[in-house]
Structure formats: C-alpha cells, structure tokens
C-alpha cells in the first residue's frame, strides 16, 4: 500500500508540473534579428488616425503643408514613405509610414528636434483637435521584401495586417519568404514589415495596383501557380485576426 500510495504521488506530481513546464523552441537569436534586413538598420513607424469626419478635408490640407517640411528636410534623419486615406475599410481614416535611416538613434534624434519645433508643435496642436484617436507601431522590415520606394501613379494601395497566433513569427516568415515570389510578377508588393513596439506579433504586407479590377486579376492568378495554395494552406492556421484597407495616397505621398 505504502509503494502504491508513493507511486501514485510521484506520477501526480509529474502531472502538476506539466502544467507548468512547457517545452520552448531552442532559438539562440531574436526572431527580429533572424528576419530582418541586416544590410540596413531602418525603423519604421506606421501611423493610424481616426479623423473627425468634418475635419478629414482640413486634416489633409494640414498635413500636406507641414509633413513634406520635415521629409524633406536634411536636419532629420527620417523620411516619409508614404501618406493616405482609407478608402475602403476604416472609414475616416489617415495612415503615414515613416522610415528612420538608423534605426532608435534616429528616431529619438528626430523626436527630440521636432520637440524644438514651434511649428512641428502647433501643428500636433491643431492636428489633435481634428482627431477621435490615433495609435502606431515601430516596425522592421522582412528580410525577404523589396524596399519600399517611390513609385509614379496612379495607384491604390492595400494594406494587409495580420494578427499572428504569439510564437510563430518564424514560421510565418519561413513560409512568406517562399511565398512573396509569387506575388512579384507585375510589381505590387511594395514593402513587408512586423512590429516591434506597439501590438505585437503584428504583420503588414503593402501592395500597390492600378485599380481593384487589377488587385482581382493578380491576385486570382496567384492561385494558377503550382505552390501558392500549399503555402496559404500553412500560413493561415498562423492568424489570429486579419484585416484589409485599401487607401489612396496623398498628393505629398513619395508613392503614388
């Protein structure tokens, strides 16, 4: 009875552990540092801001008077990637990429001058009276994606966030490296990236394309393509949520 009893508190106590112990993937590296360019030390900032839909006409205006002075100017090491509204998703909606040409260095060296800036300052002020919210994220880019640059237009542009289930950033780079291949034959991917600070385990694919015919053609044509569909098969079960906006650019946008 005495070995029964301490057998039967051994295998109990072995139970209650592996509720608590969880075996973990051996990585020796950050999955930022595993995927990301290496060649280059950009940061991205991506922003949303829910307008005031009165205001959307007088935020535009505002921001294509002030946002190309500090793009443009050489005392920032930063530069505006691209500008838009939302066109089809959320409505009311502006969305700005930024890129800091080295890295966290960069971007404190630009929130510390634009600090200094009383028309930087009275700008914000008044943008603020415009907005219902507004939230960002710092982002990297995918080691295996074009770099986002100029580009003439017209275009419209879609932007494709995915919430990945925490833990398979990996996985999902593995498989977009293999995938993004495909999606390359008429120019629109325009640049992939994955959060870093802000909502994590977060993924954002931009493309551009002539119109939403167009989007429905490349896009119908990637299934034609022997592979596609076995690595959508395994991507997918790696989401949580997903969410697509179609945006038009503004006219300061450097992609058109």
Known sequence: RGLGSSARSAREDSWLKS???????PRKDAHSNLLAKRETS???????????????????????????????????????????NTWYGEQDQAVHLWRYEG????????????????????FRKERGNMLLSRKNQLLLEFSFWNEPVPRDGPNIYELRSYQLRPGTMIEWGNYWARAIRFRQDSNEAVGGFFSQIGQLYMVH??????????????R????????????????????QEMESRIMIPLKISPLQ
Request: charged letters at 25%; one cysteine or more; proline letters at 6%.
């Open 220 to 239: 119908n044509a990637a299934w034609n393509k022997p592979g596609w569909d076995e690595l959508v098969y395994y991507t997918v079960p790696l989401i």
């Open 19 to 25: 509720l608590f112990v969880r075996k973990v993937d």
């Open 42 to 84: 950009s940061l991205y900032k991506l922003q949303f801001h829910n307008v005031k839909p009165e205001c959307l006409e007088a935020y535009n205006k505002l921001c294509q008077e002030v946002l190309p002075k500090i793009h443009e100017e050489k005392h920032y090491p930063c530069a505006l990637v691209g500008t838009w």
């Open 205 to 218: 694919h931009l493309w551009a394309y002539k119109d939403l015919q167009t989007r429905e053609d490349i």
């Open 103 to 122: 890295g966290y260095p960069a971007l404190n060296e630009v929130m510390s001058k634009l600090r200094q800036n009383k028309e930087f300052t009275e």
